[in-house]
């Protein structure tokens, strides 16, 4: 099982719709979780950080997190082509401090 | 304020040559980190320094892979007797510590292309 899973997708959503990006993850002890979007060609840009189960909310994008499910989601309203991207869940591990990240969702958002 | 820098930005080499790349990380963060991302994959986790502290080499994939970093300032990550598999792009990021709420802000990327 890999420590932090992703559906490669591609994801396809109509302009203006919402998209949802999951991820699951296997150590129960992770504390806390980031998103970060990866456009082609370029490195990774951290969107949202959430620590605590419930939503966070910022703009746009709103970040779910359930700890008793190792389930972290992001959730991205009124879709715009720019957000078409690569989006990367990424799981802080606190035993070995460091971060590990899923191998990412291809978001497109079509016109 | 000024981000992680990193450089070159691309650098192509032949097989068997040792190559340097650079990561200058964001003033004040104790903490840096490298990763590797091949072609269509995710990032991989090389190394990470935080502070004067030992750093964690639990990532690196073989004894040609080494790094070091001055106190809290810019890291450097060679590659010896550089190899076809060695390409990809090569990820400085920086936090301001190590703790988990700490988030990590990554540079541009080093494109490294042995040939």
Same mark, same amino acid.
Not at chain 1, 79 to 83: I, L, N, R
Not at chain 2, 97 to 101: H, I, K, R
């Given at each position: 099982q890999k420590e932090v899973e992703q559906n490669s997708g591609p994801l396809s959503v109509p302009e203006g719709a919402i998209a949802s990006l999951n991820c699951t993850y296997?150590?129960?002890?992770?504390q806390s979780f980031f998103w970060y979007r990866q456009y082609s060609g370029k490195s990774p840009e951290l969107i949202m950080s959430i620590y605590s189960n419930g939503d966070k909310e910022d703009g746009r994008f709103t970040a779910q997190l359930n700890k008793a499910s190792q389930y972290v989601s992001l959730l991205i309203r009124d879709?715009?082509?720019?957000?078409s991207a690569t989006y990367l869940c990424a799981v802080f591990t606190g035993t070995a401090s460091k971060l590990t990240f899923g191998t990412g969702t291809r978001l497109q958002v079509t016109l | 304020g000024a981000g992680v820098s990193q450089s070159p930005s691309n650098k192509v080499t032949e097989k068997g040559k040792d190559v340097e790349l650079r990561c200058d990380p964001i003033s004040g963060h104790t903490a840096l980190y490298w990763y590797r991302q091949r072609l269509g994959q995710g990032l991989e986790f090389l190394i990470y320094f935080q502070g004067n502290s030992a750093p #964690?080499?639990? =990532?690196?994939?073989?004894?040609?892979f080494s790094a070091e970093r001055t106190g809290e300032s810019v890291s450097t990550l060679t590659i010896q007797r550089?190899?076809?598999? #060695?390409s990809a792009v090569y990820l400085c990021a920086s936090s301001l =510590?190590?703790?988990?709420?700490y988030e990590q802000y990554f540079g541009p990327g080093t494109r490294l292309t042995v040939t």
């Open positions: 296997s150590d129960r002890g992770s879709s715009q082509p720019s957000d | #964690d080499k639990s =990532g690196l994939p073989s004894d040609r550089t190899q076809q598999e #060695d =510590g190590l703790a988990d709420t």
